[in-house]
Each structure stands twice: as C-alpha cells, then as structure tokens.
C-alpha cells in the first residue's frame, strides 16, 4: 500500500474503480464529489431533462460502483425516452439488487445473494455456475440489478 501499512491475510481481493470520466463535469452538469452526474427519478441529467445518465457515471441514489448496473439503468433509461417520445408518464427507476458477484479467471467466482436493498444473504454460489450468472449480470441479463420497469 501507499501508505506503508501492511495487513495480514490469506487471501485479499483489491477491486479498483479506475474512476469517472469527467465529461459531465466538463459539459457543465451537475457531479457529486465523485464527478458522477446527478440525475432525477428518471436518470435523467438535473440540468437538462434531456441529457440521460447511467451506470458508474451517474449518481443514482443507493447505487454501488458495479458492471451489473449500467445495462438495467440504461434500459430504464430507453423505457423512459419511449414513454416520454409517445406522450405517457414514465416510471421512476427503482434500484433492487440481486448479488454480488467476483469472477476469479475465467472459470471460476463467488457471488453471494442479496436482499432488495443490497443487504447479504447467506446463500452464496461458487464456480462456473456463479461464472455464468456474472457473465449474465454484467451484459444486463435477468440476475443483474432489475429496474422498476421490468428492464
């Protein structure tokens, strides 16, 4: 560690947020303290109800830093434009997690279920199983975070 420090351990996962992209920052949105865009009920930009944000780059309350997030919001998101394109309300998008999940190579991860909320379960799966549930999660399939809109 930078800092010096040393931790005792048999195993230590690192997982890094390489960061957000400041072009939110840079086009005159509205970021939180990490530079992600504030976006309403609706994910979409506070400045511009026009401009949408999803995944890591937006500040969508109670939302982690995760793969398995981008594709059900950015689903919710083209769910909202449609509604709004054909003159009905839209839905407000509703954050509800399943797992979480660490692919550990190619053949194997660990992904532990969750309550709505992103509290633990017990029940955790290992292995190719929890491999393909991961692979599943992050291109937006049915075991990553849902949307109020079914996405």
Same mark, same amino acid.
């Given at each position: 560690?930078?800092?010096?420090?040393?931790?005792?351990?048999?195993?230590?996962?690192?997982a890094i947020?390489?960061?957000?992209?400041?072009?939110? *920052?840079?086009?005159? !949105?509205?970021?939180?303290?990490? /530079? #992600?865009?504030?976006?309403?009920?609706? =994910? &979409?930009? @506070?400045?511009?109800?026009r401009?949408?944000?999803?995944?890591?780059?937006?500040?969508v309350?109670g939302?982690?830093f995760?793969?398995?997030?981008?594709?059900?919001?950015?689903?919710? *998101?083209?769910?909202? !434009?449609?509604?709004?394109?054909? /003159? #009905?309300?839209?839905?407000?998008?509703? =954050? &509800?997690? @399943?797992?979480?999940?660490?692919?550990?190579?190619?053949?194997?991860?660990?992904?532990?279920?969750t309550?709505?909320?992103?509290?633990?379960?017990?029940?955790?799966?290992?292995g190719?199983?929890?491999?393909?549930?991961?692979?599943l999660?992050?291109?937006?399939?049915?075991?990553?975070?849902?949307?109020?809109?079914?996405?």
């Amino acid at each position: 560690m930078r800092s010096g420090a040393a931790f005792a351990s048999d195993l230590t996962l690192l997982a890094i947020v390489a960061g957000v992209p400041e072009l939110a *920052a840079r086009s005159g !949105l509205q970021v939180d303290a990490d /530079g #992600r865009a504030l976006v309403d009920e609706y =994910l &979409r930009s @506070v400045n511009d109800e026009r401009i949408f944000a999803v995944g890591d780059c937006a500040a969508v309350p109670g939302a982690r830093f995760a793969c398995a997030l981008a594709a059900p919001q950015a689903a919710h *998101a083209v769910d909202t !434009l449609a509604h709004l394109i054909e /003159g #009905r309300k839209p839905e407000p998008y509703s =954050l &509800r997690y @399943v797992a979480r999940a660490v692919t550990l190579g190619r053949k194997n991860a660990v992904g532990q279920f969750t309550r709505p909320d992103d509290t633990l379960r017990r029940a955790y799966l290992t292995g190719r199983t929890a491999v393909a549930i991961k692979e599943l999660a992050s291109r937006g399939g049915k075991y990553g975070a849902r949307t109020g809109s079914g996405a």
